[in-house]
């Protein structure tokens, strides 16, 4: 069978926790995760006529769900800037609060709440590609060869990549321990 023989509903059957928990990973809200998977799927609607199978379909979602959540933060991150930047000049009497995440992954167990809050607070101060590579290996534990190909680097670059993430987590948790 195909991938043109394929209906939508059999993609989102086998791909939708893989897209939805990637989602959540980097957006770490479930809303936002749960609207990333309907634009990953609607995507794909659109898109699979160009697929042209140069790595596998799997690889590709994983592309599809990376792009569209990153794009997602960078935006938020530019309203954010733009929201201060307005704050700023409108009323620079009144205090800038910037809300603290509370977010908790629901595959956590209830007594690693607080643990895996912190540690998905260190994951997002990562650079985007040190970020990426340690979530699809330690969150939805993919080898470094499938990383490489969603990635398009070499596996010696996501071993690399991924040694750099957990060194710079260890620092930054290091940091948080140090100072609570």
Do not use: C
């Amino acid at each position: 069978m195909t991938t043109t023989e394929i209906t939508l509903a059999e993609y989102y059957n086998q791909f939708h926790k893989m897209v939805y928990n990637t989602a959540l990973s980097y957006l770490q809200n479930i809303e936002d995760a749960e609207e990333i998977t309907q634009d990953v799927f609607l995507e794909l609607h659109h898109s699979i006529a160009g697929f042209r199978a140069e790595s596998s379909l799997k690889t590709w979602i994983y592309r599809i769900t990376i792009n569209k959540s990153l794009d997602l933060i960078k935006y938020r991150k530019r309203k954010k800037r733009f929201g201060i930047f307005n704050s700023i000049n409108l009323d620079q009497s009144a205090p800038l609060k910037i809300p603290e995440s509370d977010f908790h992954h629901p595959g956590v167990v209830l007594e690693n709440k607080e643990k895996a809050a912190i540690l998905f607070k260190a994951i997002d101060t990562l650079p985007e590609i040190q970020k990426t590579v340690f979530i699809l290996s330690k969150v939805e534990g993919l080898g470094n060869v499938e990383i490489g190909e969603i990635i398009k680097k070499s596996v010696g670059a996501v071993e690399s990549l991924n040694s750099r993430a957990r060194e710079n987590l260890k620092k930054e948790l290091f940091d948080y321990y140090n100072k609570n």
